[in-house]
T-cell receptor
Framework: DTGVSQDPRHKITKRGQNVTFRCDPI?????LYWYRQTLGQGPEFLTY????????KSRLLSDRFSAERPKGSFSTLEIQRTEQGDSAMYLC????????????FGPGTRLLVL | DQQVKQNSPSLSVQEGRISILNCDYT??????FLWYKKYPAEGPTFLIS?????DKNEDGRFTVFLNKSAKHLSLHIVPSQPGDSAVYFC????????FGKGTRLHILP
C-alpha cells in the first residue's frame, strides 16, 4: 500500500515565476487536502477536495493560488507570480471518509522563492 | 486566534521515563483530536487519535487523554525512546485539521 506522494520534493524559483506541485493520494481516498507550513508553525489548511469537487478554500489561498483535482485522483496546486512570502513547505494529505478519523500526509514540497 | 494551543515549545525527558505533551483547544465542536510526529524535511506522521466522545485511547507506548470540561488533551509516551525525539503536533479535526504550533521533544540518553 503506497502512501501519499508529492512531486517535486524541492523547488527553487525566482519571484514572479509560476510553479505547480502535484499530489498523488492513497488509492481510493476520496478526500484530498492541501496545507502549508512555515518555520515555527504548524501546518495551516489551504483547501480540500471530495473526489473532484473543491469543497472549501482558506482565506490563506489568495487569487494567485489555484488547486484542481480533475479526475478525483491526483491534484495540482499552482502558484502564479510567486512572492518571497510563498516560501514554505506545501503538504498534501488524503483521507477515506466514513472509516478513518485521520488524514495521511505526504512528504511535502519545499518551495523557496528568491 | 489559535484554536489549538501547545504552550511548551520544547520538552526534554530522560530515556525510559514518561513523556507528557499537553495541548489546549477552544472549540468544543471538533469531532476528533490527533497527534502527529514530524521529523525535519518530512511530512507529519500520524500517531494516535481520539474521538470527542471518548476520554482515553491507547496504542502501544502511546496514550492520549481527553478532558472535555477543561478542553485539554495530553499525549503520554512510556517508556520514552531515543527515536521519539521529534516535533509533536496536536491537532483537531472536523473536515479539515487545525494544528498547534508543535512541541519539540528531546529524549536524553
Amino acid at each position: 500500500d503506497t502512501g501519499v506522494s508529492q512531486d517535486p520534493r524541492h523547488k527553487i524559483t525566482k519571484r514572479g515565476q509560476n510553479v505547480t506541485f502535484r499530489c498523488d493520494p492513497i488509492s481510493e481516498h476520496n478526500r484530498l487536502y492541501w496545507y502549508r507550513q512555515t518555520l515555527g508553525q504548524g501546518p495551516e489548511f489551504l483547501t480540500y477536495f471530495q473526489n473532484e469537487a473543491q469543497l472549501e478554500k482558506s482565506r490563506l489561498l489568495s487569487d494567485r493560488f489555484s488547486a484542481e483535482r480533475p479526475k478525483g485522483s491526483f491534484s495540482t496546486l499552482e502558484i502564479q507570480r510567486t512572492e518571497q512570502g510563498d516560501s514554505a513547505m506545501y503538504l498534501c494529505a488524503s483521507r477515506l471518509t466514513g472509516n478513518q478519523e485521520t488524514q495521511y500526509f505526504g512528504p511535502g514540497t519545499r518551495l523557496l522563492v528568491l | 486566534d489559535q484554536q489549538v494551543k501547545q504552550n511548551s515549545p520544547s520538552l526534554s525527558v530522560q530515556e525510559g521515563r514518561i513523556s507528557i505533551l499537553n495541548c489546549d483547544y477552544t472549540n468544543s465542536m471538533f469531532d476528533y483530536f490527533l497527534w502527529y510526529k514530524k521529523y525535519p524535511a518530512e511530512g507529519p506522521t500520524f500517531l494516535i487519535s481520539i474521538s470527542s466522545i471518548k476520554d482515553k485511547n491507547e496504542d502501544g507506548r502511546f496514550t492520549v487523554f481527553l478532558n472535555k470540561s477543561a478542553k485539554h488533551l495530553s499525549l503520554h509516551i512510556v517508556p520514552s525512546q531515543p527515536g521519539d525525539s521529534a516535533v509533536y503536533f496536536c491537532a483537531a479535526m472536523n473536515d479539515k485539521i487545525i494544528f498547534g504550533k508543535g512541541t519539540r521533544l528531546h529524549i536524553l540518553p
